[in-house]
């Protein structure tokens, strides 16, 4: 079977990193009913299919449907909808709930506002996959001024301050889309803080765990008014930002903390 892509989901299904998780945990899980919400060119549903009775495919783009509705035609039972997988009404309960819209801190996809809406219809030992993510903020001293990934090392970066792992997440229950936190994050090493590195780390399964790869979740650099700084120095860090809000909902500051004398 020849199969057809988006460039973007030539992109997705070439991430072998990514997807390698992602077939293990379908592999072991799908049973009976399962739903591919997000299922642009329908790889995931077309490992599902393998294993479960039932599978109901949703995509909201109209043409990547038709992509996935062509790609998934040799099985005959998968079900591809085109339609906004957190409006959609479902017929059935699912044992499986498949949800890959992540993004860094999902900040920028849909993933909780999706799975927020669907959880409804999953059983009560029902699964998700993946079943959450770790969220990690660092310090650094970027070459970009604005937001950005990075991707193939840029923009460069270097990292001046303690991580700190700052939220678990997971997605058996309905995730509160606004987030707001105030940090202390102390400085390892001499320079100028202008930007917070924001790292995902995916649960596919509770035993599985997938770090940012080129398609998944690549670290998310937020840009700071400058800071110099140096070893021991304390920052206050203020972030908050809509999950599912887009990056412009992303806001960020920080100052350095005087100790009192
Ligand atoms: C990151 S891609 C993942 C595609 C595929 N599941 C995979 O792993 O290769 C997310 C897909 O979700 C679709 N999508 C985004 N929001 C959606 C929504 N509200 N309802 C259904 N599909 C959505 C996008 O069009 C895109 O094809």
Redesign the pocket.
Known sequence: MTLVNTPY?HN??SDYERLAG?FEAIKEKSKGTVF??????G??SSWAAQYADKVVA????RT?SKIAQRNLEAFNNVEVVN????KYQFSTKADVIIC???DTALID??QVP?LNSALKYLKEDGVIIPCGIINCIEPVESSCEHISYEEDGFPKNSVLGDPIFYSKLMFSKPVEPKFKQMFMIKINRKGIVNGLKLTTFTLITEKIICGPTPMLNPPLIIPLKKINVVENDMLEVNLSYEMGGGLESVRARAEKIHPKP
């Open positions: 989901h997705l299904r992602f591919d919400l997000g299922t642009g060119s790889v995931l949703v995509e909201i783009n990547t339609a906004d997988a957190s890959e819209m992540l996809e849909e999706v």
